[in-house]
């Protein structure tokens, strides 16, 4: 749940600091690649923290070396983190943590299956696990969107030289 409030919240704080006059925050769309930002920092230290045991035994058994998985996966989300505060590289990194974060939900499903205990509580409900994996899902993808509609509009508009000129 700490994600989860951390993404709502640290959006909602840099969209407040836009609102009051900070113009790069100014859009929602920059304030919601900080609040990922933040969150997946949030959970990419983890995979370092105390927790990292709990994100190991979550590794479903079928997955070779637990513990490189948990390594690999934290320094993904902190290079994603990295990644998608700069414009240039935001859609790429938004692009990466989608894929990382449907490539990790098994661990969700596994956990549920299984009863572990999570974060100090029992993760036997897949549903709220699932329903917020797909929040942060979305908000990858939203960062994802304005990048995409711009290639898109930009390979199907012919650019002014490609048009072809009148002879006098």
């Known amino acids: 749940m700490a994600p989860l409030i951390t993404l709502v919240a640290l959006t909602l704080l840099l969209r407040a600091a ?3 006059g900070i113009k790069p925050l100014r859009s929602w769309h920059t304030s ?3 609040g990922l930002a933040g969150m997946v920092i949030l959970t990419g230290l983890a995979h370092f923290n105390s927790m990292r045991g709990e994100l ?3 590794v479903p058994p079928a997955l070779p070396n637990a513990e490189l998985l948990v390594t690999i996966t934290g ?3 902190l290079l994603g983190a990295g990644g998608i505060v700069h414009r240039r590289t935001a859609p790429w990194a938004a692009g990466g943590l989608a ?3 449907v490539a990790i939900f098994p661990a969700n499903v596994y956990a549920a299956q299984t009863g572990l205990i999570v974060n100090g509580s029992l993760a036997t ?6 329903l917020i994996q797909l929040v942060f899902i979305a908000a990858t993808i939203a960062v994802v969107l304005p990048y995409a509609r711009t290639l898109i509009h930009r390979r199907l508009t012919p650019s002014r030289s490609a048009l072809p000129t009148r002879s006098l």
């Not at 409900?125 to 699932?130: A, F, H, Q, Y």
């Open 18 to 20: 836009g609102a009051i």
């Open 32 to 34: 919601l690649r900080g």
């Open 56 to 58: 190991v035994a979550l």
């Open 75 to 77: 320094v993904l989300e």
């Open 99 to 101: 894929l990382l974060l």
């Open 125 to 130: 409900d897949l549903l709220p696990r699932t």
